[in-house]
């Protein structure tokens, strides 16, 4: 940065070969005038702090700071995930139930929905009365665990086998975080299935 410097102008006619000829120059033209001394140190040291960045007792104070955000969170953002897996595999247990009795009423016939495994969490597959497969369910991950019954059966009325029969499957997850909470999944009876929060009990 350039400072101004003073360039005063002719001396009046008045005033010719004076020094208050020189002074008044200077104060009618005080917009070409160099601007203190100070003001030009100052104007420096703050280009030169700002241009200095951050020093390192400051930066490692950053890093405690983030690091015991980050440990605080850390509860938190596992039971949000925790919660999320409960409610994307409630929901999708309840969109194959919802297909499974939709297939049944179309075909005319019986389809039942069943786990592959022990468990509903090893997946589940959709079959018609010939046993062929409308859709399977790869197993579930994230430590998701269904506890429901051994099969469910629409008849081609899109209802459950047995009058005034209902179905449940309790939704949870493995070792659970503070404000976790479990989902169930219900076929009422008239084989419609829905979902809320909580056990079924």
Request: proline share 8%; charged share 20%; with cysteine.
């Amino acid at each position: 940065m350039s400072f101004w410097t003073i360039q005063p102008r002719r001396p009046h006619p008045n005033h010719a070969g004076t020094a208050a000829s020189l002074e008044s120059a200077c104060r009618w033209t005080a917009w070409q005038c160099a601007p203190p001394p100070r003001a030009r140190e100052g104007g420096g040291l703050r280009s030169r702090r700002a241009a200095r960045g951050l020093t390192l007792p400051e930066a490692l104070i950053g890093l405690g700071i983030l690091a015991i955000l980050s440990v605080m969170a850390i509860p938190e953002m596992r039971g949000f995930v925790q919660n999320t897996r409960i409610k994307t595999v409630s929901f999708e247990l309840m969109a194959s139930l919802n297909l499974a009795r939709s297939e049944a009423i179309k075909r005319s016939g019986p389809v039942s929905i069943a786990p592959f495994g022990p468990g509903w969490e090893s997946g589940w597959r959709i079959l018609d009365q010939a046993g062929a497969v409308i859709k399977l369910q790869p197993q579930l991950s994230g430590g998701v665990r269904i506890a429901g019954p051994d099969a469910v059966v629409y008849e081609k009325n899109g209802r459950l086998p047995e009058a005034g029969t209902s179905a449940a499957f309790d939704v949870a997850v493995e070792d659970p975080s503070d404000g976790v909470h479990g989902r169930c999944v219900r076929v009422d009876l008239s084989g419609r299935p829905n979902t809320r929060q909580g056990a079924c009990s």
